[in-house]
DNA sequence: GTCTATAGATCGATAGAC
DNA sequence: GTCTATCGATCTATAGAC
C-alpha cells in the first residue's frame, strides 16, 4: 500500500479526535493494517504520522491558499481566488484544518513559534492585495486579519455545529464584499 | 477546600491542553491534591470535573454574554455590550474557550446537537439586535453569524499564535464598525 | 479530607514468526 | 509487508490507612 494512500486514510482520523483523541489503535483501524504494520511504514510512530500530515496542511496552505495568484486579475480577484481555495482546502467546511486542530492542543509535534509566524506571513499576502487594491497599510493589515479570523471562526463554527453550511456562506459574504 | 475554588485550578489545565490532553495527573497537579483526593471531590473523575467547567462555561456564554442588556441603549450599544462581555468571557483573547475546545476534540462530555442549538440560539439574540437596528430578517442573520464567527476565528488566532492583541484588536473592529 | 499504594485498562511501541 | 503477542509506561479509578 503506498504510503500517500495511508496518509489520506490517517488524516480524517487526526482531523476528527485531535492529536490525543487519535490512538495508534484508532489510526491502525483507518487504514485496516494492524498497528505493527503501521509502524513498519512510519518508524516514528503517531508523532511521525502527525508530523508528516500537518506538514502538509502547511504546505498545502503556503503553496495553494494564501498565494496572490492571477497577475492579470484585480487585487479584489486575488483575495476572492484564496478563499475559493481555502474553501478547496478544508473542503467546503467538511474538513477541519489539522494546523488549527493540532495547535490548540498543543500537540507535540507543534512548533508554536513557528506556526505564528506562518500565520504572520499568511496575513501579509492577503494585505498585499488589499494594499494593492487601495487600502493603507494600517487598514490593509486590519482587513487582512480580518479575513483570516472570519475564514478560521466559520470553519470552527461549522465544525462545532456540524454544519458546513455556515463556512460555506460566510465564504460567500467575504467574496461578496470584495466584489460589490 | 471549596469545590468553586478546586473548579478555578482546574479549569486553566483543561484550557491548555484539552480535554484528552488533561490527565488526571495533571489535574490533581493543578490543584495541589493527590489524585485520590480529587475524586473525594469529584467521584465521577474526570468526565465530572469536565462537564461541570463544561456547563458552567456554556452558562456564562448563555446568561453573562449573549444578552441583549440595557433596554435604554441602542440595538447597536446593546451589541456592543456583548462584544465586551465576551472579551470578558476569554479574558481578553487570554483564556479560551472550553465548549470550542471540546467540541473540536469531540470530548466524550459534549452533546454536539445540543452545542449547536445553543449557537443557534446565541445568533439569534444576535440577530434580535441587528433587527432592532433597521436590518431586514436575512441581513440580520447574515450579521450576527458574521460576528460570532469573528469573535470566535479571533480568540482561535490569538490562541494558535499566542498574541491576545489578535483578539483584542479584532473585538475593537467590531464595535468600531457598530458604533462608527 | 488527604494520603500511599495499586488495580485494571489502554497507551505507544517492539519482537519475531510468516 | 503483515501479522500475533507482548513489553513498559501511562491512563482512569479505587482501596484502605491515617
Partial sequence: MDKSELL??????FATYGFNGASVA?????TGLGKASLYHHFPGGKNEIAGVLLRQAVEQLQSKVFVASGKRNSPN???AGMIDRFSEYCNDGQSYCLVALFAQEQAPVIDQPAIAEQFAAWRTVLAQCYEADGHKPKAANRAAASLVNTLYGALLMARMTDEPKLFLQAAKRCKNQLLN
Fill in 8 to 13: 489520506a486514510l490517517l488524516q480524517p482520523t
Fill in 26 to 30: 484508532r489510526l491502525a483501524a483507518a
Fill in 77 to 79: 480577484e486575488r483575495l
